[in-house]
């Protein structure tokens, strides 16, 4: 058998291995409230401020950045820049850890929360949700995750359905809620009420003059775009379809159609025309009229009248245009 020397350890006055220097982990947050009421926005600013003080008092920890949505839905993710910037500058390998309030502040679309938690984690980047106090980088965190973003999803839809339903109650009320901001010749009123405004009502005016005196939309149009009057939505470039649509908008004879778009679906928010899917409701004598009646049901029998085509016999197409008849050759 071999004879073994047992030689005890010294003990070491100083550590002459240098230990590396463990780097400190890059952590963001990202805020988000759902409004843009004076109350949210101060729930907006108090999540800044709470998670610039919670990552900087952590002596391992640096501020990689707080990234804020302010007043944008949680439903999707396309229009929130500052997530979307966020998720960007994970990677690019700039940020180590995110922290945030709650599932519902990260996402309440299930399919886009799964997305991002996903790519993150394929990136080692763990997320921190703090009021369910889970780590998505954990065995259990996925599957909590998706139970939890499952649920968050259908408190999302609940709600929709929940403002769907009392928008129909108010127009049932006769109460109208109309999006002045591209409607050429309205303001409003703090209440909510229509005003005119007199310069924009004036372009107005001469759009319905104008195609009762003959003139196409296209020259319309053009005319306006020669005079540097801007349309609603601010823009000097206008186009038939401007010119057709206020032809028809019967607001500006005082009454309001209501829905006469609805939203398809909730995520995604995408609206179309409705075509029978949704109720309507027609309020006469809502607001005050820009056209007068008799003369805003004239140019509805125009717009008629100039959509009655007949090509004759020499080749020759014929609008029917009120009480009188242009011509042109067909080409």
């Known amino acids: 058998m071999a004879n073994v020397t047992f030689i005890p350890a010294r003990p070491q006055l100083r550590n002459n291995v240098k230990q590396a220097k463990k780097p400190k982990l890059r952590v963001a947050a990202y805020c988000r409230v759902s409004t843009d009421s004076d109350e949210q926005t101060t729930s907006y600013e108090a999540q800044i401020e709470h998670y610039t003080k919670f990552i900087e008092a952590n002596p391992e920890w640096t501020l990689a950045g707080i990234y804020a949505d302010d007043g944008i839905s949680g439903t999707n993710t396309k ?14 390998g ?7 309030k709650s599932i519902s502040r990260f996402a309440r679309n ?3 929360c799964l997305k991002y938690i996903r790519q993150l984690k394929d990136k080692n980047i763990p997320v ?17 995750l998706t139970s939890m973003a499952s649920l968050a999803q259908q408190e999302s839809q609940s709600l929709s359905q929940n403002v769907k339903m009392g928008i129909q109650y108010r127009y049932q009320q006769g109460k109208v809620v109309i999006n002045a901001k591209r409607l050429l010749g309205y303001t409003k009123y703090a209440d909510g009420n229509l005003i005119i405004e007199p310069k924009e009502a004036e372009v107005v005016k ?4 104008e195609y009762l005196e003959g003139f196409s939309s296209n020259k319309i149009a053009k005319g306006l775009m020669d005079d540097g009057i801007l349309n609603g939505a601010g823009n000097a470039k206008w186009h038939t379809s401007n010119i ?7 607001k500006y004879m005082g009454d309001a ?16 025309k409705n075509k029978g899917a949704a109720p309507q409701y027609y309020v006469e004598d809502n607001h005050e009229a820009i056209i007068p009646k008799d003369l805003f049901m004239l140019v509805q029998q125009e717009l008629i009248n100039r959509h009655l085509v007949k090509t004759d016999s020499a080749g020759k197409k014929r609008v029917y245009s009120g009480s009188h008849i242009l011509s042109q050759k067909v080409i």
């Open 206 to 209: 001469r759009i319905f003059r």
């Open 257 to 272: 159609l209501l829905q006469k778009t609805i939203t398809t679906d909730y995520l995604t928010k995408t609206r179309v």
């Open 79 to 92: 229009k929130r820049e500052e997530f979307n910037k966020m998720i960007d500058e994970c990677k690019a």
């Open 110 to 112: 299930t399919l886009d």
């Open 128 to 144: 921190l949700f703090e009021k369910e106090n889970i780590n998505s980088m954990d065995s259990k965190g996925e599957v909590l």
């Open 244 to 250: 057709t649509s206020i032809l028809r908008n019967e």
């Open 94 to 100: 700039n940020i180590d850890m995110i922290i945030t």
